[in-house]
């Protein structure tokens, strides 16, 4: 009963998405005002309805019901309550509804807290993400329905993938998912402005947020995503370059630079035909990043197994959205001309060159994640791009980012002078040189490169911040009460920069790291990175729906023995697989990592040990940029809607 | 500098550099980095040079798989076989968990001086039941097997299989 009233909720949703869409896109070009005020409603109810449909199918998963073809795919009855829950959204239909179900939510958000807003700009923005909701709930409801059901019933689930069953995973889509649709907003605001033909500073003010909150979950999304690639797939590494992390990277991308260049707007009224195309491009991204992929036209480990006709449906979707935008913006882009003007050195500079730089690579990116599918089609190659060539291309690019980082933020807007900053940056230039030269001298060059240029933007970012405050030229009281009263979204924007610094740290950190393959009987040891690894025991234990064998190691350095790692095997009986779990110890700089690959025939253990130099500091960087745009959301500037309170009394009462 | 055309032509030059570069870099990757994908047959036919990197794919060949231990490192020696011919992979290092005899499997290396392909990479990542794309692909046109009609058949037949005259 409980899923047909989902999927009565579900066909409602779609029922008035799409009211909120017509009544939001052509109400206020009619000027009618019961269509202003309808809207907002409209969002509210369009949630409610996902809101329940989603509640059902979670609550189909908690209590295990089976003829739910989508619950005995991918769930058992054996599964813990946690992993019932969040592999509701670990398979394709599921996850769709949950992509809607946040899309919605970021609708209610435009409704709550949209009440600065002019009320046509409203009904607009609403009415955009009410029909790309739309489509994609007629998609969910037609060719990808998560109610179907089953008869008769199969006794048990066919269970979880038992690589998706950890907490990780459990968080990873959501936080990235609300990421991905969270640039709708920017989307629906950039498309809402080209149909009034109207950009300008209140615009860059309204975006700005939205897109910074969406930013802050990306982020935490892909550095969840990475985290939890290095610590349950055993392989040691944190990026694949694998399509769907590439289409994860690419909204960041895009999405970075749309957050510099609004600044510009907000300030300068400056770029605003390229700040509309930036929150075009990057919610075409996120669309393409989590369809296209998902689609199964790529070739990806993340890909689940999709119906032909759900693949057309798709590209048909991404098709209207993305090229319905982008006709829109070629018809009405030359309506919004730039008003400010600056100098070749200067703040405005200083992003565009951010934004160049940002696109180039996602350009780069793009084009390496999509030429082996075209190859394949077009040539009729099979062929590959692995991390070869995004190293190759990917990293040239990003040093001039790396330099403009620490000069950016100093210079001043419109106008600046190059050498005072340069001057100012004395310290943080020396301390990236001296850390340059220390590593040249032991011959690692790109670690070198690498951990200067991190130490570069960390630097800067607080060379930023001391002389806002003026450190060490007054006391340091003064100081602390300037930096109370700085804007936070200037503190914001340093951590940010920071936490950068700190994830580029932890890359090229990670450029230095160990490892060894090594058989190993009970009581041998083998040494790798200034350890010695010994394998004292190994044995069974038992788990919540798997039985596991453990291997004991200790780990000692010229004083001793100092830690034990206990990495397992897992079997899973219900899918027939093993999962190797890595037990991993940090210190903060350093992980040591050591996974239990296999048993030999001839006795013993197969491990695989690692020494990671800074690998901590990659999603510690990650955590940073996300608390840095979290921090910079609480400014007052960015919660008060437009900039002068004209209080438009129009006759909006029902 | 003072008037904003030459302002603008000051941006379009840098986007023009900075995209130049991009492209630049870009082609000069794929020059050197593409790595294709072979089959068994293809390998067998017209081995590529030694040293040049590509993927190698297809079903791991029933009663092949050996590993020897050198000191206390475990490398492994395995058939890859589309069916029609077949390649020896040797492999230092961990391999998968989804690795076993009449799986399909995707290894990345290059031909190693001895005329094995020394792999630096296994990829058996996907579910049991799932066939990697470029293997079913290199499958198929072995005349080996075809999806549509059931899963693939068991890897021990796969070098004795009849193969339809023509095919």
């Known amino acids: 009963m409980i899923p047909e009233l989902g999927h009565f909720a579900l066909a409602c949703a779609v029922a008035l998405a799409f009211a909120q869409g017509v009544v939001g896109i052509f109400g206020p070009g009619l000027r009618d005002p019961r269509a202003m005020t309808a809207t907002p409603l409209l969002a509210c109810s369009h949630f409610a309805a996902i809101g329940a449909a989603f509640l059902a199918l979670v609550w189909a998963g908690v209590v295990s019901d089976f003829t739910v073809e989508n619950i005995a795919d991918f769930s058992s009855a054996a599964v813990p309550l946690l992993y019932r829950i969040s592999g509701v959204w670990g398979n394709h239909d599921g996850s769709i509804l949950l992509w809607c179900l946040i899309l919605s939510l970021c609708g209610l958000a435009v409704a709550l807290f949209g009440g600065e807003l002019p009320a046509s700009l409203r009904a607009r923005v609403l009415g955009v993400m009410g029909l790309i909701s739309g489509g994609f709930l007629l998609f969910t409801l037609t060719v990808s329905d998560p109610f179907v059901r089953l008869w008769p019933p199969p006794l048990d689930g066919a269970g979880m993938n038992p690589i998706l069953q950890d907490p990780g995973l459990a968080f990873h889509p959501p936080v990235l998912y609300t990421g991905y649709v969270g640039f709708s907003v920017a989307f629906a605001f950039a498309i809402a402005a080209l149909i009034e033909g109207k950009v300008d500073a209140a615009f860059g003010r309204w975006v700005r947020p939205w897109a910074l909150v969406s930013w802050c979950f990306l982020t935490s999304g892909i550095a969840l995503g990475s985290w939890w690639s290095y610590y349950t797939l055993g392989w040691g590494g944190y990026w694949f370059w694998d399509p769907v992390e590439n289409a994860s990277l690419l909204p960041w991308l ?106 180039a690579i996602a350009a780069v990116v793009f084009t390496g994640t999509l030429y082996p599918p075209f190859a394949n089609l077009l040539f009729g190659i099979q062929l590959s791009v692995g991390a070869p060539f995004f190293n190759q291309t990917v990293l040239p690019l990003a040093a001039p980012i790396i330099i403009a980082m620490g000069v950016g933020p100093l210079l001043a807007w419109k106008r600046a002078d190059f050498y005072p900053v340069v001057q100012r940056l004395y310290l943080a230039g020396g301390v990236a040189g001296v850390v340059f030269l220390v590593m040249v001298a032991d011959r690692h060059i790109v670690a070198a490169l690498g951990l200067a240029g991190g130490v570069w933007v960390l630097m800067s970012a607080c060379t930023d911040l001391a002389q806002r405050v003026q450190l060490f030229r007054i006391p340091l009281a003064h100081s602390a009460a300037r930096f109370v009263a700085l804007p936070r979204a200037a503190i914001g924007a340093a951590l940010g920069h920071f936490g950068f610094g700190i994830t580029v740290l932890g890359i090229a950190g990670m450029t230095l790291a160990v490892q060894s393959v090594v058989v190993l009987q009970p009581g041998q040891s083998a040494r790798l990175g200034g350890y010695v690894w010994t394998l004292t025991d190994m044995h069974d234990a038992p788990g919540p729906n798997y039985t596991q064998r453990v291997a004991d190691i200790t780990v000692a350095n010229s004083s001793g023995v100092f830690l034990h790692l206990s990495p397992s095997r897992r079997f899973f009986a219900a899918q027939g697989t093993t999962t190797n779990d890595a037990a991993i110890h940090t210190n903060g700089f350093q992980d040591l990592y050591s996974v239990f690959a296999d048993e030999p025939a001839g006795g013993g253990a197969e491990l695989r040990l690692n020494v990671q130099p800074m690998a901590p500091e990659i999603w510690l960087g990650g955590l940073i940029m996300a608390l840095g745009g979290f921090f910079s959301l609480s400014d007052r500037r960015l919660r008060v809607g437009a900039p002068a309170r004209r209080k438009e009394t129009v006759a909006v009462t029902p | 500098m003072r008037t904003p055309k030459k302002r603008r032509l000051y941006l379009v030059l840098a986007c023009g550099l900075c995209f130049s570069a991009a492209v630049g870099l870009s082609l000069a990757a794929f020059s050197t980095s593409l790595t294709y994908f072979l089959s068994p047959r293809q390998v067998v036919a017209k081995a590529p040079a030694v040293g040049q990197s590509f993927r190698l794919g297809g079903v791991v060949e029933a009663g092949s798989v050996l590993t020897t231990l050198a000191g206390e490192t475990p490398t492994t020696h395995f058939a890859v076989t589309d069916g029609r011919a077949a390649v020896n992979v040797t492999y230092t290092g961990v391999l998968p968990d989804l690795f076993r005899e009449g799986q399909g499997v995707v290894a990345i290396g290059s031909m190693g001086p001895g005329g094995s392909f020394v792999a630096d990479e296994v990829l058996a990542k996907h579910g049991a039941a799932y066939m990697p794309k470029d293997v079913e692909q290199s499958l198929k046109q072995a005349g080996k097997w075809d999806p549509k009609f059931g899963p693939p058949p068991d890897a021990s037949s796969w070098n004795t299989m009849t193969v339809k005259a023509g095919s």
């Open chain 1, 254 to 359: 895009t999405g970075t630079a749309l957050l510099h260049c609004a600044i510009v707007v907000e300030k300068r009224e400056a770029l605003k035909a390229w700040t509309v195309l930036l929150a075009i491009a990057t919610f075409s991204l996120s669309l393409t990043g989590t369809f296209l992929v998902r689609s199964g036209i790529l070739n990806s480990v993340h890909s689940f197994a999709a119906a032909p006709d759900q693949g057309l449906f798709i590209l048909a979707l991404l098709g209207l959205t993305i090229g319905g935008s982008l006709l829109l913006f070629a018809i009405r882009a030359p309506v919004l001309a730039a008003a400010g003007i600056y100098a070749p050195i200067s703040r405005e500079s200083a992003l565009v060159l951010n934004n160049v730089f940002l696109c």
